[in-house]
């Protein structure tokens, strides 16, 4: 257990901004018990601090998470990072603390370390459903998708649509973390998007999405209709964002 005192610290919400409340902390000798962000800030009793991001500061922890403990350990904190896990960078920094003073527990089924895996194999479970279940949709050559994901999915996403789509401008809209993938031209981007404001598309593509509609029933067979499995293999969280589950038809 840590003999330094707690406190609270409020900071961007970024993952540069949490590698720089680590290193801040270390450097203080505090053991932050609160992290608040700009859209989770709530009373505490605990002494608050506001963070200012340091990119420098976080680039020598990052580098520290891997030549101090492991290549993986530094990958689990990436990725634990981007899962919707509550209070995630009070369980992240446990770890750390527990990894750079070398008493990080070894037993994979450790409460503290489990925790942190559960919720990071559910991350990555949901992004790969996603690279299933994105619809994009032509709007003036561009190819424009919409998700509803728990987690930060965009970053594990982008490699296998950038790699699909190598030829193609697209933007992935991610509506529940307000942030968008953007690729053009070999280059990719994730930046953030409060609002995605869209023209209806085209006749073409209008035609195109009914097609797709009606293929999707067509090919179904009525005498092997199983609502509960199709829910199993395609949550119905998903399909509000499914063009084949739209109702829309073209003008």
Known sequence: MSTWPQCTLAYDGTFTGFL???????????????????????????PLREIVTDPHLARQVYQDLEKEVSESFRRMMTYAFLTDLPQKERHM???????FHHTLPQDVTDQ?????????????????????????????GVLVGQITPKNR?????????????PNEAFLL???????AL?????????????????????????ECQALWRKF???????????????QTHMPKRFWGDLTEFQSMEPA
């Open 20 to 46: 720089t409340c680590v290193g801040d902390s270390f450097r203080r000798k505090e053991y932050p018990f609160y992290f608040l962000t700009p859209g989770n800030r709530q009373f505490s009793l605990y």
């Open 93 to 99: 920094f446990d770890l750390i603390y527990l990894a």
């Open 112 to 140: 503290r370390i489990l925790i942190l895996n559960r919720a990071i194999h559910h991350l990555t479970h949901e992004a790969h459903q996603y690279k299933g279940f994105v619809r994009f949709a032509d709007y003036h």
């Open 153 to 165: 999915v965009l970053p594990l996403l982008r490699p296998h649509f950038c790699q699909r789509l």
């Open 173 to 179: 809209h991610d509506k529940t973390h307000r942030e």
């Open 182 to 206: 953007f690729y053009a031209g070999g280059k990719w981007k994730i930046r953030p998007v409060d609002h995605l404001d869209l023209d209806k598309p085209d006749q073409a593509e209008l």
């Open 216 to 230: 999707y029933n067509t090919v179904a067979i009525p005498s092997r209709y199983n609502p509960k499995c199709r």
